[in-house]
């Protein structure tokens, strides 16, 4: 991973686009200023206040950014499924208040 600013020390930046805030256009405007500002990742949304990942939102981010800035899908991920749908759609990181959870997996109960 590079790092955001510049060669100056090992900082990951992080922007917040908030997109089911915003219409497609301002969206793809967005993404030009990440880019412009050389961050390291563009998240959906901080997934408060019921905001959702969408499919749409984290291709439409891949589409826009370059390959060098991540996505983070964030925002109602709550199945392992949900996980994958939206690594296949472009997302390099996902947040999710059930991380844990969901990389405990399954709880296997045994019969006495």
Do not use: W
Not at 4 to 27: F, M, S
Not at 80 to 93: F, K, L, P, S, Y
């Amino acid at each position: 991973m590079k790092s955001a600013n510049g060669g100056r020390g090992v900082v990951v930046l992080k922007a917040v686009v908030g997109t089911d805030q915003l219409p497609e256009k301002i969206k793809q405007l967005a993404c030009k200023i990440v880019e412009r500002a050389e961050v390291d990742f563009a998240q959906t949304s901080t997934g408060d206040n019921g905001a959702q990942a969408t499919i749409h939102d984290v291709e439409l981010l891949r589409e826009y950014l370059s390959e060098s800035v991540g996505v983070k899908a964030c925002g109602g991920i709550e199945t392992i499924e949900d996980v994958q749908t939206m690594a296949n759609a472009g997302a390099t990181r996902i947040g999710s208040t059930l991380a844990v959870q969901l990389l405990e997996g399954p709880k296997l109960v045994r019969a006495s």
